[in-house]
């Protein structure tokens, strides 16, 4: 039977990170499924990173930072009745208030993926902004994800930790593993295509970073990780790809120069299309020691590719990945990104291109995305009966 359901995302801009990416090829999945998918955005109408894959319905622009856009909640009563479901993707901004707003009392079911926004981490690492969540909370989000159908979570870690954020917290919640279609067409002439663009690093053993550079990211503790260790073997290239997103690259390619490293590293700016995938099909090994990660697309990214991923136990699938020995995994510090760095490069030549196996089958069991669309497309059917409204 087809099901046609709505994704709910302030932007789909690609600099925005992982849920941006994931709503995409959630469509692309669905469609390729036969089921019918649109997206409606706060973003500008004729934004140019807008989808082809599906009908996009752009309100915006909504106003900076929290995203209010007067035209969203009338789009919302107008088209809502349309949809056998409603999917709202992230948390604090106005596009789940509104959701909220127009649909508590309609028959339309919504379902929220909160992406990783209720991690207790946010909270200890930005004070002042959990403050200001603190007294939008109790009339704003604690609502959104009370009368949701279900509040969906990537992983039981995710689960978890989001209980940790708010003392006062309801929700129905449900883990539904996420994923990404992964990479197709020409391994080599993808791989060659990296090269030609960045022929410094051409035979060189990359340890790859690809994601915003960002404090959360971890890039620091990477940069001195590697530093440590580049000495021991010369070949070895650190390339980071990624968008600059709060002017941190600076600060880092000066700590580079400080320790030595500038000549062994690579700074690629974003990446995207075949020269994105080039960059996974060049690598050794992917490297995230992220203080914070709900899903890490990336990482997901770097499986379907057959690269072995080391990562920080702040991941959320970091337990997937050790179960199934497609990685390794230490502390979000120097001293467990080094240990990461160590621990690859120790292991012998057989055991990389196990571990390199390992990472394919990974992806195939847990993260390919069609296998989210139809875990998805049972929930709608599993939660379908008609659920009570809540007064506001």
Known sequence: ?????????????????????????????????????????????GSTWLTDVCPVHCVGPGYPKYGYAPGFVPWMQRNAARFDAVVVNGLWQFHSLGSWRTLRNSSVPYYVFTHGMLDPWFKRQYPLKHLKKRLYWPWAEYRVLRDARAVLFTSEEERLLARQSFRRYQANEVVLSYGIQGFGGNAAAQRELFLERFPQVRGKRIVLFLGRVHPKKGCDLLIEAFASLARLDTSLHLVVAGPDQTGMQAQLMELAKRLGVSDAMTWTGMLSGEVKTGA??????????????????????????????????????????????????????????????????????????QMARNAVECFQRRFQIDRVVTNLLSLFALQGAPRESKAA
């Not at 600099?15 to 706060?42: K, N, W």
């Not at 990336?298 to 497609?326: F, H, M, T, Y």
């Open 1 to 45: 039977m087809t099901v046609r359901y709505l994704h709910v995302i302030p932007s789909l801009n690609p600099d925005g990170g992982g849920p941006a990416e994931g709503v995409r090829q959630l469509a692309v999945a669905a469609s390729r499924l036969d089921h019918e998918v649109e997206i409606v955005t706060l973003d500008r109408p």
């Open 280 to 353: 996974f099909r060049a690598a050794e090994v992917f490297a995230l020691p992220s203080h914070q990660e709900n899903f890490g697309i990336a990482v997901a990214e770097a499986l379907s590719c057959g690269v072995p991923v080391l990562i920080s136990n702040k991941i959320n699938i970091w337990r997937e990945i050790g179960n199934d020995q497609a990685g390794l995994v230490a502390d979000d510090t120097l001293q467990g990104t080094q240990q990461l760095l160590r621990g690859w490069l120790a292991l012998s030549a057989e055991r990389r291109q």
